[in-house]
């Protein structure tokens, strides 16, 4: 079984940036992919950002693309989501998920483990 723990998140202003970590623990050796996704109120749970193993590529939502940089220390299990530039409608709970499939992963349903969120609230 696998444990991931986000922190990071908060209030802030429109423009401020945030800066979002992931720890895992447990049986972290089966982990192989790890992304992070957020959740508005009221909507679906959408895909923020990913690095694939297999095509060795950083992935990013359009949304966010330019203003967020994944980063991930496989050495202490930890990834980490650099949020600049921050919009109100980047206003959701962000969740890290981690999977040990080597594909790449977009989806949530693709994901198996899960970390209980963390709240970024971007104010106007």
């Known amino acids: 079984q696998v444990q991931l723990v986000e922190s990071g998140g908060g209030l802030v202003q429109a423009g401020d940036s945030l800066s979002l970590d992931c720890a895992a623990s447990?049986?972290?050796?089966?982990?192989?992919?790890m992304g992070w996704f957020r959740q508005a109120p009221g909507k679906e749970r959408e895909f923020v950002s990913t690095?694939?193993?297999?095509?060795?590529?950083?992935y990013y939502s359009d949304s966010v693309k330019g203003r967020f940089t994944i980063s991930r220390d496989v050495t202490k299990n930890t990834m980490s989501l650099q949020m600049n530039s921050l919009k109100p409608e980047d206003t959701a709970v962000y969740y890290c998920a981690a999977d040990p499939s080597i594909r790449t992963l977009l989806l949530v349903n693709e994901y198996e483990y899960w970390g209980q969120g963390t709240q970024v609230t971007v104010s106007a």
């Open positions: 690095f694939s193993w297999q095509t060795s590529r950083t």
């Open positions: 447990g049986h972290t050796s089966t982990i192989i992919t």
